[in-house]
């Protein structure tokens, strides 16, 4: 084995141990990410449990207007595309939308 093999298997060992060490991390950032949407649809749960006792519309366009404007503005901030982040709330709202629906719609069932 020459001393270039030798080396290539090294920095091959090393970076392999680095992808490993990264991909945990983003296996982490993934799993805290999951915990925050399944924490965000909840809170949309007491939200749409509130709407529904007080008769307040499910559908708040100008509620969305104001967390659509604030994901672009962390997407200008942080380099992330503006259309990525609008489709990315479109289906974080599209989907606490439908549960709210539902916790709604409840009310309706058990009387």
């Not at 093999?5 to 990410?33: H, K, N, P």
């Not at 949309?44 to 008769?55: D, L, M, P, S, T």
């Not at 307040?56 to 901030?77: K, L, N, S």
């Amino acid at each position: 084995m020459t001393d270039e093999t030798i080396a290539g298997s090294a920095d091959a060992t090393l970076s392999s141990r680095e992808l490993e060490r990264l991909r945990a991390e983003l296996d982490r950032v993934d799993a805290e990410l999951r915990d925050r949407l399944a924490e965000r649809i909840a809170c949309c749960v007491k939200i749409a449990q509130v709407k529904r006792e007080y008769g307040v519309p499910m559908m708040q366009p100008h509620r969305i207007g104001i967390v659509q404007e604030r994901a672009a503005g962390f997407a200008d901030r942080n380099g992330i595309d503006r259309d990525f982040m609008r489709r990315f709330y479109d289906l974080i709202i599209a989907e606490t939308c439908r549960v709210e629906d539902l916790v709604i719609g409840a009310a309706g069932g058990s009387e």
